[in-house]
Structure formats: structure tokens, C-alpha cells
């Protein structure tokens, strides 16, 4: 199963080399094990075609990275996606991205006037995008 979101996407700008991000990065135990079971969790929203239950899981993931790699600009999304009528948020970890999940069947005039608050909000580039759809 692949839930089916569009993605509004904010660029953060910039290039990460993710090997030289990655090579000092340390979670403590605690987040460790809630990662473990965020996975857990996860794999049961993927069974039960649970999208927003996928959507809080990545929402909480995004939050569990900003303890070990604090940004600014990160907690001032996850701060107000709620605001902006999102499901939950997606972050490239090591990337200089973050999506706000919509539901698939959000119209294409809906999606643009999201991305035009967020762009105003948040002054950083903004795309639409969204999830792969399976031909099979």
C-alpha cells in the first residue's frame, strides 16, 4: 500500500552532503526506542490503509530528528502545519526539504493557495508534489 498525499513542499535551500550530516549524528536511547516503535506503529497504519495514522507517525518522526539536529526553521513548520489544514509533516532528514501532507483528492486550487501561505509564512520556496501511484 501507498497512501496517496500531495505534498506541499518547502525548500529550505541550501545542499546537504548526507554522509558528512549523518556522520555524527547520535540518538539517545529513549528516542531510539521510540523510533522502534513509531516503526512499529507505522507498519499497522500500512495494513490498515491508515493515511492519517502515516501522516503522525512522520509528523513524529520530523520531531524526534529536531532533538538530535535542532532547526530552527523546521520547528516553526511543525509548529503551525495544523494551521494550515495539514495531515502531518515529512522531513528529509538529511535533505533540505520538509512536505505537508494533504489528502490526494485536495483540488489543485486548494494546493496553490496552501503554497502561497506557506511561501508568505515561512519565506522559503515552495513546490507541489505528490505521492507515487503504482501502476499494478
Not at 31 to 42: F, I, N, P, R
Not at 73 to 78: G, K, S, T, V, Y
Not at 104 to 131: C, M, N, P, W, Y
Request: aromatic letters at 8%; proline letters at 3%; charged letters at 25%.
Amino acid at each position: 500500500y501507498i497512501p496517496e498525499f500531495s505534498v506541499v513542499a518547502v525548500d529550505l535551500g541550501g545542499e546537504v552532503d548526507t554522509l558528512t550530516y549523518n556522520k555524527d549524528l547520535q540518538f539517545t536511547p529513549d528516542v531510539m526506542a521510540e523510533y522502534d516503535a513509531l516503526l512499529e506503529a507505522m507498519a499497522v497504519d500500512f495494513e490498515r490503509r491508515d493515511d492519517q495514522g502515516i501522516a503522525d507517525k512522520a509528523t513524529r518522526s520530523a520531531e524526534l530528528h529536531l532533538r538530535a539536529r535542532p532547526d530552527l526553521h523546521r520547528r516553526d513548520i511543525l509548529d503551525h502545519y495544523r494551521e494550515l489544514g495539514a495531515m502531518g509533516v515529512v522531513n528529509t532528514h538529511s535533505g533540505t526539504c520538509l512536505g505537508l501532507l494533504y489528502p490526494r483528492s485536495t483540488s489543485t486550487g486548494e494546493l496553490d493557495a496552501i503554497a502561497q501561505r506557506v511561501k508568505s509564512r515561512f519565506g522559503h520556496s515552495v513546490f507541489l508534489t505528490h505521492t507515487l501511484r503504482l501502476l499494478i
